[in-house]
T-cell receptor
Framework: RKEVEQDPGPFNVPEGATVAFNCTYS??????FFWYRQDCRKEPKLLMS???SGNEDGRFTAQLNRASQYISLLIRDSKLSDSATYLC??????????FGTGTSLTVIP | ETGVTQTPRHLVMGMTNKKSLKCEQH?????MYWYKQSAKKPLELMFV???????ENNSVPSRFSPECPNSSHLFLHLHTLQPEDSALYLC?????????????FGPGTRLTVL
């Protein structure tokens, strides 16, 4: 089993739609969780950390479910500029950060 | 300059060459990282430095040799690479090393080994 797994997609959604991605992780003792976005041929950029109680930043909401070992990212009112690959990152102790392969999102006009 | 910078942005080298990648962060951070991103694969953590001391080496072949002279600069020295080492090499930094520190990435060096 991979340390971090994501549905690669692609997710093609119309502007204004709501879309959600999940990411599962293998280590129940994982300590911290993040979502990054990566545009084509660019570096990953931090979107948000994921807190135990869940957190929201504008149109983006992140949730953590420790019992089922997954995190989620919800994007409301999708914009064309949201088109990117969304990377799930999990810290499994110390400095061991594991990345998923990413979920590709295309928002269609 | 701001953020994390990397040079060169593109590098083509033969298997017998020796080259170095450079990373500099202007964020006042204390931890720096090297990652490898190959096509269709997740980012792989290679090395971590915290306050200039190496804290992680994730079984990286010795043909990759990191150097961290101070908290702002990180190098990756390359020698006798293989074609399968062709990838995007990303540098990142964070305030400190450890689980709860958000990482900020440079633009990467796209390496091609012939």
């Amino acid at each position: 089993r991979k340390e971090v797994e994501q549905d690669p997609g692609p997710f093609n959604v119309p502007e204004g739609a709501t879309v959600a991605f999940n990411c599962t992780y293998s280590n129940s003792a994982s300590q911290s969780f993040f979502w990054y976005r990566q545009d084509c041929r660019k570096e990953p950029k931090l979107l948000m950390s994921v807190y135990s109680s869940g957190n929201e930043d504008g149109r983006f909401t992140a949730q953590l479910n420790r019992a089922s070992q997954y995190i989620s990212l919800l994007i409301r009112d999708s914009k064309l500029s949201d088109s990117a690959t969304y990377l799930c990152v999990v810290n499994m102790g110390g400095n061991q950060f594991y990345f998923g392969t990413g979920t590709s999102l295309t928002v269609i006009p | 300059e701001t953020g994390v910078t990397q040079t060169p942005r593109h590098l083509v080298m033969g298997m017998t060459n020796k080259k170095s990648l450079k990373c500099e962060q202007h964020l006042g951070h204390n931890a720096m990282y090297w990652y490898k991103q190959s096509a269709k694969k997740p980012l792989e953590l290679m090395f971590v430095y915290n306050f200039k001391e190496q804290t992680e080496n994730n079984s990286v072949p010795s043909r990759f040799s990191p150097e961290c002279p101070n908290s702002s600069h990180l190098f990756l020295h390359l020698h006798t690479l293989q074609p399968e080492d062709s990838a995007l090499y990303l540098c990142a930094s964070s305030q400190h090393a450890g689980a709860y520190n958000e990482q900020f990435f440079g633009p990467g060096t796209r390496l091609t080994v012939l």
